[in-house]
């Protein structure tokens, strides 16, 4: 099992920033993918941002040049730098990680953990 805790959301104006992190605990070992997804009210869920254990990224064309994803070298600890916020960034921002397994990959979520920009 893998624990996926998420801090570091709040309220924010538009062109704030705020960093999100990630803790990853429990059995880490075999986590190859670790991600940030958003749901506004009302739309799905949806990627925000991917990072790889190769250290490989990949980003919504919604966040590309304003976030950036990065992890400490313990890969039990993601972020999100969000930069340049806009009123549709609001969300509740969930972690998300893939782990190998025998079988198919195992799947875990976070909490997730509210962003709310508007002035």
């Known amino acids: 099992q893998v624990q996926l805790v998420e801090s570091g959301g709040g309220l924010v104006q538009p062109g704030g920033s705020l960093r999100l992190s990630c803790a990853a605990s429990?059995?880490?070992?075999?986590?190859?993918?670790m991600s940030w997804y958003r749901q506004a009210p009302g739309k799905q869920r949806e990627l925000v941002a991917s990072i790889a254990s190769d250290g490989s990224t990949n980003y919504a064309d919604s966040v590309k040049g304003r976030f950036t994803i990065s992890r400490n070298n313990a890969w039990n600890t993601v972020y999100l730098q969000m930069n340049s916020l806009r009123p549709e960034d609001t969300a509740v921002y969930y972690c998300h990680t893939l782990k190998a397994t025998r079988d198919s990959p195992s799947v875990y979520w976070g909490q997730g953990t509210q962003v709310t920009v508007s002035s």
């Open positions: 429990g059995s880490i070992s075999g986590v190859y993918l």
